[in-house]
């Protein structure tokens, strides 16, 4: 009974507070319905007329076409001589000035080059500051500027940077006619295997370049390699350990000094023949 009459109660009290919600909703004038009020609001909105189409016609304009349709001659005069591929140059025994894909005479040629050469020169000894040219002699181990164009490449460490040796034409004067003399050359492959700067040949090998470059013959360690002259005597830059499937050495001078060892080549060469000898 006494649930009953407290849900009785509540009853009650709802319905009063609906009839007082409506009054008061009655005095502020809210009395219309939601669909009354959607009516309303939909006849006071402008019908929405369809609008013109207007086509738009654009002038016709000649077509883009290459200078090989056009008839343009591709290798003008005026203008200076263009890389080609080494398929388009004369075979061995061909005359260059009468072979049918020679376009300009020999002459001219060996003037374009020039001409190309020099204004190729020009623009890069005017990129580089007289301050950062003064600094290239504070560091004579890798050289302290790196260069894309006048620098050689060292295969270990992989910086192409001018060498800092004071009397090196090709990295001062920035001339690629004349060596590289803070960079090593191998007299036998001649490759870029053999091109180490002096920190990498002291730390890795432990060869001093003012020994190298005096020594006319000097091979690089992978013609000593091939060659059989020092067993396991291999290069250890990290491209030459990956190739063999070893794990690169890093920076493992400090190791090699520490066992008593010259550099991380002799440090390896033991390693190998302790390896061999199991």
């Known amino acids: 009974m006494g649930s009953l009459k407290s849900e009785t109660n509540y009853e009650s009290l709802r ?28 006849s006071r909105t402008p019908s929405k007329t369809p609008r013109n189409y207007c086509k738009k016609v654009y002038s016709l304009t000649s077509l883009r076409r290459s200078n090989r349709l056009k008839g343009v001659d591709l290798i003008p005069q005026s203008l200076p001589y263009l890389r080609r591929s080494s398929r388009l140059n004369p075979k ?26 020099e204004e190729r020169v020009r623009e890069l000894k005017n990129r580089l500051s007289p301050d950062a040219l003064a600094r290239r002699c ?21 910086q192409k940077k001018l060498c800092g040796e004071e009397d090196c034409k090709h990295c001062g004067n920035l001339d690629n006619d004349q060596p590289c003399i803070g960079k090593t050359n191998c007299s036998v492959c001649q490759s870029s295997n053999g091109v180490l700067c002096r920190a990498c ?12 470059r005096e020594n006319k013959e000097w091979m690089c360690p992978h013609c000593i390699e091939d060659k059989g002259i020092k067993p396991y005597w291999i290069c250890n830059s990290s491209l030459c350990l990956k190739k063999r499937k070893m794990v ?31």
């Open 201 to 212: 040949l002291k730390v890795r090998y432990g060869e001093e370049l003012e020994e190298v």
């Open 248 to 278: 690169p050495t890093g920076i493992a001078i400090y190791e090699a000094r520490e066992m008593g060892y010259e550099s991380v080549a002799h440090l390896l060469m033991e390693k190998l023949q302790q390896k061999a000898l199991k």
């Open 15 to 42: 319905l009063a507070r609906i009839s007082e919600n409506q009054a008061r909703l009655a005095s502020l004038g809210l009395e219309k319905s939601v669909s009354e009020l959607r009516t309303i609001i939909s």
């Open 138 to 158: 504070d560091s004579k181990s890798r050289g302290s500027i790196y260069d894309s164009v006048f620098g050689i490449c060292c295969h270990f460490c992989r």
């Open 92 to 117: 061995p025994g061909e005359n260059a000035i009468t072979s049918p894909q020679a376009r300009v005479s020999l002459s001219e040629q060996t003037r374009r080059k020039l001409f190309v050469k």
